[in-house]
């Protein structure tokens, strides 16, 4: 089954812009939890012959999709 993947390459800027660092946002990340549904099975039978109560997603808060915030900052590597 193919699969979407979003790849960020990181490279330091020639000079540095912005000292509050670099920020990227990657969109409509399909939330793990639910599978994109926006609801997870609360309480569900426990031989699986009633429907299981739906309660609404604690991580995408029932939308379904994700947001990305990424904040790459500069320093110097002092561990040598």
């Not at 000079?15 to 793990?32: A, Q, S, T, V, Y």
């Not at 109560?53 to 904040?71: H, S, T």
């Amino acid at each position: 089954m193919s699969r979407k993947e979003q790849v960020l390459i990181i490279t330091p800027p020639m000079f540095e812009k912005d000292l509050n660092g670099e920020h990227f946002r990657f969109l409509d990340i399909i939330c793990p939890t639910c599978n994109g549904a926006g609801e997870v099975p609360q309480h569900g039978d426990f031989f699986g012959l009633e429907p299981a109560d739906m309660d609404i997603c604690q991580r995408c808060n029932g939308a379904g999709l994700l947001i990305a915030d990424v904040v790459v900052r500069w320093k110097p590597d002092e561990t040598v």
